[in-house]
C-alpha cells in the first residue's frame, strides 16, 4: 500500500536501528509524546529492537486518555437527554466517567453514536432538524480543524440545532509541564507529526531553547519512528539542542495556514485539565465566544457539573512517563481493555491498552 | 504561561466499571465480553459435556451408529444485503459451517425467522431465494422453521436463527482442544472481507469499495480436508472477533502457545487500507468464508494442496505453528522481527480517533 509498505519495509527498518547502534554511547530517555506512536511502537516491537541503551516513556499523547473526568461526565449527561444525538469518536465510548460510560448510556435509550468524522454529525444536524446534535470535539491539534470545520458549516448551513462539547488540548503546554516536573526523566522528545503537520513547528524553538532539550518531529511508522530515534540520539551524542524535522515528507515550519487561521478562528487558548494529570495552564482550546451558540456546554447548561477524580491506579504516572504500564500492580489483573481502571487502558492509543494489547507476555519480551 | 505553577496531582484514575447490570453492544461483538456471558449467563445454568467443550457445534451421541454434531446461529446483520452476500446466506452458511468444524457432513437445517412489521414481501423473498440457494450449494436441507411477526421499530427488519445438525465422520476426531505443539496453523484465504465489506454497505464511515463478503459454506472444503488427512487436530472459522479470537480460545481449549508469523497471514488491500483509515487491526475483523485448520507437521503439505485446489480454499497458506509455551498465548513474530502477542478481541472493535 503506497505511504505504508514502504516504511514498514523490514530491511530499512533494520538498517536505521544498526545506525542508532552504532550511534549510542551511554542510556538515554526519549519520550514520545503522541498515543499513535506509542501504537504504532508497541505493535510492531520496535522497543524490543532498539539497543539497551535507550529507553522509550511513553508520554500523555492521547487524547482519549487524557480527556478529564468532568467533561466526560458533561457528555454522559448531555447523550442521555431524549432530545439529544451524541455523536463520537469510536474510542471514547468505553472511557468511564464517574459512574457510567457512553456505552451504558446507549443501553438505556441515548442516542449515540460513533462518526469518523464531525461534518458527519453536521450531516446528521441537518437531517434531524428535531433532535439537538452534539458532537464530543476532543483531541490535540491534529483534530482541531475538522472539529472546528464543523462549528464553521453549521454556521454556515444556518444549523440551530448543532453544539460541540470541546475538550481539546494542546502539546506545547504539555511538554512544559512534563519538563517542569521534579521528578522529569525525559532528555529528548519524538514531536507528534500529525499535530506538526497542522501546526508547522515554530512553537517548538523556545522551548528547547528554555529547557535545553533536543525535540525531533517524528512519523508514525516503523520506518519514521526509528529515524526520528536516530535523530534525537545523534542529537544527545553530539550534544545539540535544536528542533530538528524527521517526518519531512509531512511536515514544514510554518505547517498549514488556513487550518491554523481556522482553529484561531474559532478556538482561543484555555486553562484545560488533563486526566491524571490535573490542570496545566493555557493548555487547551475552547470556543470563542462569538461561537457560543455551538457550545454544548452552555447549550445544555452543565458549565457548573464538577467531578473529583478518586486515587485507584498509577494512569497519572504513566501518562508522566513516570512508570511503566506493567509497573502497576493491576495491570492485567484487576485493570484489563473490558475493565479498564484508568484511561489508559481504555483507548487503544493509551500506553497500558497497546502494552495489554501486544506486549502482555513474559519478561523477556517487556524488558525492563 | 508560567510552568513553574503547574501542580501535577500524581497517580489517579477512573473507578471500574463492568457492565454486569445489563447488556452492552460489546456483549455481542464475539470478544472476551460475549465469552464471559456465555459461560457466567448460560454454561453454567445449562452445565453438561457436549456444551462444556466450547467448540463451534456439540458433539453429541445418541445411541446411533454415527456421532452427530448440533448447532445453532442467531443471525442479525444491517444492512441486510451486502456486496458478496446477505442475511439469508449467511444464516445458512454460518450455521452449516459451525456443524462442519467438528469434521461433520451437515444434513439438515431449521430456520426462525423474526421479520418486523412492515417489511417489504419482496424482501423477505429475496432473503429466501438466498437461503435456498445457498443451501443447495451446501448440500443441505431446510427442513422446518417457524415465523413470528414483530411490531414495526421492535425488530430491523428480519433476524434469522438457524439450527443444523450433521453426521461426523467416523475417522475423525476434530476439536478446538485438540492442538499439539509442533502442528502447523493453516488459514484458507485472505482476512477480515466480511467485516469491512459489510462497514462499507453501511455508508456510514464515509468509505466505498469494491470489496466482496466472503460468506461462503465451507463443508466441501472441510470434507475434501478430511479426506486427505482424517488426523486434523483442529478446525474452526474465524468468524466475530476474527482470527486472533478464534486462535485464542484455541489456544486456551488445548492449552498451548500459537505463533504466528506477520508476514504470511492474507489481507486484501483493501482490507488493509480501511483497516489503516479507521484504526481497526484485520487480525480481528469478522470473516464468514474462512477457516483455520490445525495439522500434524507431516500432514501440513498435503493438506494446503488439497485446499488450494477447492473453490473456497484457493488463498491457503501455513501462517504459523502451535508451540508449548506460553500457554495460552497467541504471540506474533512481525515482519520486523520483533514479537508481540496478540489478544482477543475485548469489547466492540471502536474505530480510533486519529
Known amino acids: ?368 | 504561561m508560567n510552568n513553574e505553577t503547574v501542580n501535577i496531582e500524581g497517580a489517579v484514575c477512573a473507578p471500574p466499571l463492568t457492565h454486569n447490570e445489563q447488556i452492552v453492544m460489546g456483549h455481542g461483538a464475539g470478544g472476551r465480553m460475549s465469552h464471559q456471558l456465555i459461560q457466567k449467563a448460560f454454561v453454567s445454568a445449562f452445565q453438561n459435556t457436549a456444551l462444556n467443550a466450547g467448540d463451534d457445534a456439540a458433539l453429541v451421541e445418541p445411541g446411533l451408529r454415527q456421532k452427530l454434531s448440533i448447532s445453532t446461529d442467531a443471525h442479525v446483520v444491517s444492512p441486510l444485503f451486502f456486496p458478496g452476500g446477505d442475511i439469508g446466506k449467511l444464516a445458512v452458511c454460518g450455521t452449516v459451517n459451525d456443524v462442519a468444524m467438528l469434521g461433520a457432513k451437515p444434513l439438515y437445517l431449521t430456520a426462525g425467522f423474526i421479520l418486523e412489521e412492515g417489511l417489504p414481501m419482496d424482501t423477505l423473498k429475496r432473503v429466501v431465494e438466498s437461503m435456498r440457494l445457498a443451501a443447495e450449494e451446501a448440500g443441505v436441507q431446510i427442513v422446518a422453521g417457524d415465523t413470528k411477526v414483530v411490531q414495526k421499530g421492535k425488530a430491523d427488519g428480519i433476524y434469522i436463527t438457524t439450527a443444523g445438525v450433521g453426521v461426523v465422520r467416523e475417522d475423525v476426531n476434530v476439536s478446538g482442544a485438540n492442538a499439539k505443539p509442533g502442528d502447523v496453523v493453516v488459514l484458507s484465504g485472505t482476512i477480515g472481507d466480511h467485516g469491512i465489506a459489510v462497514l462499507g454497505a453501511r455508508g456510514e464511515l464515509g468509505f466505498q469499495s469494491s470489496l466482496l463478503s466472503d460468506v461462503a459454506p465451507l463443508n466441501h472444503l472441510i470434507a475434501a480436508i478430511l479426506d486427505v488427512c482424517p488426523n486434523v487436530h483442529v478446525l474452526r472459522d474465524p468468524t466475530r472477533g476474527g482470527l486472533a479470537t478464534t486462535l485464542n480460545e484455541i489456544a486456551v481449549q488445548s492449552n498451548v502457545g500459537i505463533l504466528l508469523r506477520e508476514e504470511t497471514i492474507p489481507v486484501h488491500s483493501e482490507v488493509n487500507a480501511a483497516c489503516e483509515m479507521l484504526g481497526f487491526d484485520p487480525l480481528y475483523v469478522a470473516n464468514e468464508g474462512k477457516l483455520v485448520a490445525i495439522v500434524p507437521k507431516e500432514e501440513a503439505e498435503k493438506v494446503l494442496a488439497v485446499m488450494k485446489s477447492t473453490r473456497y480454499g484457493e488463498g491457503a497458506v501455513v501462517i504459523g505453528e502451535v508451540v508449548a509455551e506460553p500457554k495460552s498465548r497467541v504471540l506474533l513474530k512481525t515482519t520486523l522481527g520483533s514479537t508481540r502477542v496478540v489478544d482477543m478481541l475485548a469489547g466492540e472493535m471502536l474505530p480510533r480517533i486519529c
Open chain 1, 1 to 368: 500500500m503506497k505511504y505504508v509498505t514502504e516504511y514498514r519495509d523490514a530491511e530499512l527498518v533494520k538498517g536505521v536501528i544498526e545506525e542508532i547502534r552504532r550511534t549510542v554511547t551511554r542510556p538515554w530517555t526519549l519520550m514520545e509524546i503522541c498515543g499513535g506512536q506509542t501504537h504504532s511502537i508497541v505493535r510492531h516491537g520496535i522497543d524490543q529492537l532498539l539497543p539497551p541503551q535507550i529507553e522509550l516513556v511513553h508520554g500523555p499523547g492521547c487524547p482519549v486518555c487524557v480527556t478529564p473526568l468532568e467533561l466526560i461526565d458533561k457528555a454522559l449527561s448531555i447523550a442521555a437527554r431524549p432530545d439529544v444525538i451524541f455523536c463520537s469518536y469510536g474510542d471514547m465510548l468505553r472511557v468511564p466517567g464517574s459512574n457510567r460510560d457512553l456505552f451504558s448510556v446507549k443501553a438505556q435509550g441515548g442516542d449515540v453514536r460513533v462518526v469518523y468524522s464531525p461534518l458527519d454529525a453536521v450531516t446528521l444536524a441537518e437531517k434531524n432538524p428535531d433532535k439537538q446534535v452534539v458532537f464530543f470535539a476532543i483531541g490535540f491539534e491534529t483534530t482541531a480543524p475538522p472539529n472546528v470545520m464543523s462549528v464553521l458549516q453549521s454556521q454556515r448551513l444556518g444549523l440551530k440545532n448543532f453544539s460541540i462539547l470541546v475538550s481539546h488540548v494542546r502539546v506545547p503546554p504539555a511538554i512544559s509541564a512534563i519538563l517542569s516536573s521534579p521528578h522529569n526523566r525525559v532528555q529528548g522528545f519524538l514531536l507528534a507529526g500529525h499535530v506538526n503537520a497542522v501546526m508547522g513547528y515554530h512553537e517548538y524553538p523556545p522551548l528547547v531553547e528554555k529547557f535545553g532539550i533536543p525535540m525531533v518531529i517524528t512519523g508514525f511508522e516503523p520506518l519514521d519512528l526509528v529515524q526520528g530515534i536516530l535523530k534525537t540520539v545523534q542529537l544527545l551524542e553530539e550534544g545539540k539542542v535544536e528542533v530538528a524535522n524527521a517526518y519531512q515528507r509531512a511536515v514544514t515550519f510554518e505547517g498549514l495556514k488556513p487550518a491554523q487561521d481556522a482553529i484561531h478562528k474559532v478556538f482561543m487558548e484555555c486553562d484545560r485539565k488533563w486526566r491524571g494529570i490535573g490542570m496545566i495552564p493555557m493548555s487547551g482550546w475552547g470556543l470563542r465566544p462569538e461561537f457560543d451558540e455551538f457550545n454544548a456546554e452552555k447549550r445544555f447548561e452543565v458549565e457548573s457539573l464538577h467531578a473529583e477524580e478518586s486515587p485507584l491506579c498509577i494512569a497519572g504516572q504513566i501518562l508522566q512517563g513516570m512508570k511503566k504500564p506493567h509497573h502497576c500492580p493491576a495491570f492485567g489483573k484487576q485493570c484489563t481493555p473490558e475493565n479498564p481502571l484508568g484511561a489508559t487502558m481504555v483507548s487503544s492509543e493509551g500506553a497500558c491498552a497497546a502494552y495489554y494489547r501486544y506486549g502482555r507476555v513474559t519478561s523477556e519480551v517487556i524488558r525492563e
